[in-house]
């Protein structure tokens, strides 16, 4: 064991803050990059963009609860998170590299369209990630200890990873995408694989009695747990017969099947909220920030899928002058950017503003604001803050700096999504049992996005663009409503401090 490691230095945590890293430098340069590439250089319209990026929720209902399952009591290649953390960087690399080449492959294996190439390559990298994220954070938790330390953990993480996720978004900006989608391939699979040969994990270390650790938790158990989010679950099983077995006939239906999942949702949403007053316990609370979570991530993913075609139809068009965003591209490389590429840098400039309030807000105004009013209630205030940007840039961001602004209002209720939700879900659940239990929270965060693909059939028959953050405002202002019946955990002293750890 180095000796960094045993005195719990700054540097070790900053070592052990770059697979967290990896995963987050990834998401940003999908987020910035994925959309922007398939429409301009294959031609993919909104929904088949949105069908892609199902790649992502498929991959996480498969991979976070049987990865956070296996590694919670897992010992190979040296480790328990360690494994995980480098097939996963290795993986997402070569997808990276892949990603480029979606035309060049397409057409080697005898496919006339790219979009099964794309969604195999865009399933792929999300796998990758879905295999890294939980052991990357995972990781952090088991190597530091309760208290001061880990907090500083998690804290040195979501800096290192913020400022990183900036800097996805700033070389998307400057340098163009595809030079950021190459710079990616050699950043994941650094931050990946370097930490791994220098960081010790205890073969040892307390997962629970024999009892606990022979306890299986099986299909039963598991809908048990997520059963709150059956309509967003009839929604992907509607979409994955319509789009694997009957080819889309079923497609005419896709709007008014997305209406009645939600409606479900709403009703069991509901329900649990009823069942919470009758009778309190962890399990119900469990519940209750499920289906808040869940109406988060509708709104939240929507706008990242479907934000480039807002910024391609509604803010181009209505440019006087050269966009703000094209200045930076101009000044570095003296190139004047095409239309499409304007799109792309303002969505990036947008999204690097989102994740510069995402990345400082938790720090310097949510830790404090959440001593004082406590988590809850602070969380939910971020949530509103959210719904109530979104709904500005639905009626008045159709221009560059109103768009902007519209977004970096948007962030404060992001920072509250990537760091505070965790320490309020963490404490209503198993701890033995940590990496399964933040695997199945993650479905709160899949299945709603599985439903993306109906707000894009939605938005594209309304001719509207501005309509996607309608939708937006509307999904925050649900989960808002729900937060209001969830109850402040119990917790003193350090256990009440936000571990800044979130992401996607």
Known sequence: ???????????????LSLPATAVGFALSTQIAALSWLLS???????????????????????GQPIVGAISDD??????????????????????????????????????????????????????????????????IADLTPEGKKRTSGFTIMQLVSGFFGLLAYFISIVLGNITLIYIAVFLVLAFSVIPCFFIEEDKNMNV?????????????????????????????VYLIIDKLIVHGKWESA?????????????????????????????????????????FSWLGIQSMFVMSFFFAKEIIVPNLENSAIANSFTTFFTGKIPSAD????????????????????FPVLVLEPMAKSLGRV?????????????????????????????????????????????????????????????????????????????GVAAMVKDSGDYSMLYLVCGISLFISFVFWLFVKEPESTGESSSIPTGGGH
């Open 208 to 236: 629970g009695s024999e009892d606990e650790v022979k306890t299986k938790t099986g299909i039963a158990q598991i809908f048990k747990i997520i059963y709150p989010l059956s309509g967003f679950l009839l929604f992907a």
């Open 341 to 360: 590429d304007t799109a792309g840098n303002i969505l990036s400039l947008a999204f690097l503003l989102f994740n510069a309030v995402g990345a400082f």
């Open 377 to 453: 209630k602070t969380y939910f205030i971020s949530i509103l803050i959210m719904s109530m940007a979104y709904l500005f840039v639905w009626k008045l961001g159709h221009t560059e700096t109103s768009f902007y602004l519209g977004i970096c209002l948007a962030g404060i209720g992001w920072s509250a999504v990537i760091s505070i939700v965790f320490a309020i879900m963490s404490e209503r659940v198993d701890k033995k049992k940590m990496g399964l239990n933040m695997g199945l929270f993650n479905y709160s965060v899949v299945l709603p996005q599985m439903m993306t693909v």
């Open 40 to 62: 301009t250089r294959f031609g993919l319209d909104i929904h088949d963009v949105a069908l892609v990026w199902l790649a992502g929720p498929m991959a996480g209902i498969i």
């Open 254 to 294: 896709q709007v008014n099947v997305m209406y009645a999942c939600l409606g479900l949702t709403l009703l069991l949403g509901i329900g649990v909220i009823l069942k919470g007053f009758k009778k309190q316990s962890n399990e119900n609370e469990f519940h209750k920030i499920m289906v808040a979570h869940s």
């Open 1 to 15: 064991m180095l000796n960094i490691q045993k005195k719990l230095s700054g540097s070790f945590l900053g070592l």
């Open 74 to 139: 897992a010992w190979f290649l040296g480790g328990r998170r360690k494994p995980f953390i480098l097939i996963g960087g290795v993986l997402g690399a070569l997808m990276f590299l892949a990603l480029p080449e979606i035309g060049v492959i397409s057409t080697a294996l005898g496919f006339e369209g790219v979009i099964v190439i794309a969604t195999i390559i865009a399933l792929l990298l999300d796998l990758s990630i879905n295999v890294t994220f939980n052991p990357a954070r995972s990781i």
